[in-house]
């Protein structure tokens, strides 16, 4: 039971235009949500978070929409820079006494000059 | 400095052998993971460690068997393996387990590929 998902495995965009990213999800338990990057041949690493309680998280060029009613969620970069190429997945966290986070399955971002 | 290392990097073997993989963080942290990450791309938890305790088992095969010798290493022994079991496996650690960490530091991955 997939309960995050990333609906666009790859998404290119010119470098300086808008990037969204966007990620939908089942569970309304979730409390947290996170976007991490990943480049070939290395491990995810944490780009930006939200919390449920919240419904937008900016930091730098990278804003993180939360739409509860909805379960959606999206990651917009602006500017886009080619060094944004990547693959970002969307994960969230539901409290629990084994608290884990459920990852998406990624949607491969391409920023093209 | 590598934050969080493993150990190969690359791992082919034939169906029924043992193998094993290591990972080191040197970040202080006292929770350590390892995730699978299959062919659909899927990332997803195995086991989390805190403190050299085990937190989270997620329905795993108990081929599959965690060892945390201290905080900073946990490595995962496999026994008998199959085909099923090519995937990526990363290790990641997070400064703690209450409250949760969201931000988890990933190694760069163990692509196991079982022939």
């Known amino acids: 039971d997939q309960q995050v998902k990333q609906n666009s495995p790859s998404l290119s965009v010119q470098e300086g235009r808008i990037s969204i990213l966007n990620c939908d999800y089942t569970?309304?338990?979730?409390?947290?949500f996170l976007w991490y990057k990943k480049y070939p041949a290395e491990g995810p690493t944490f780009l930006i978070s939200?919390?449920?309680?919240?419904d937008k998280n900016e930091d730098g060029r990278f804003t993180v929409f939360l739409n509860k009613s909805a379960k959606h969620l999206s990651l917009h970069i602006v500017p886009s820079q080619p060094g944004d190429s990547a693959v970002y997945f969307c994960?969230?966290?539901?409290?629990?006494?084994?608290?884990?986070?459920?990852f998406g399955t990624g949607t491969r971002l391409q920023v093209f000059p | 400095d590598t934050a969080v290392s493993q150990t190969p990097k690359y791992l082919v073997t034939q169906m029924g052998n043992d193998k094993s993989i290591k990972c080191e963080q040197n970040?202080?942290?006292?929770?350590m993971y390892w995730y699978k990450q299959d062919s659909k791309k899927f990332l997803k938890i195995m086991f989390s460690?805190?403190?050299?305790?085990?937190?989270i088992n997620e329905t795993v095969p108990n081929r599959f068997s965690p060892k945390s010798p201290d905080k900073a290493h946990l490595n995962l022994h496999i026994n008998s393996l199959e085909l099923g079991d090519s995937a990526v496996y990363f290790c990641?650690?997070?400064?703690?387990?209450?409250?949760?960490?969201?931000?988890?530091?990933f190694g760069p991955g163990t692509r196991l590929t079982v022939t």
């Open positions: 990641a650690s997070s400064q703690e387990w209450r409250p949760f960490s969201y931000e988890q530091y």
């Open positions: 569970n309304s338990m979730f409390d947290y």
């Open positions: 939200i919390s449920s309680i919240k």
């Open positions: 994960a969230a966290s539901v409290p629990s006494n084994t608290d884990k986070l459920i």
């Open positions: 970040l202080g942290h006292d929770t």
């Open positions: 460690y805190n403190n050299k305790e085990l937190i």
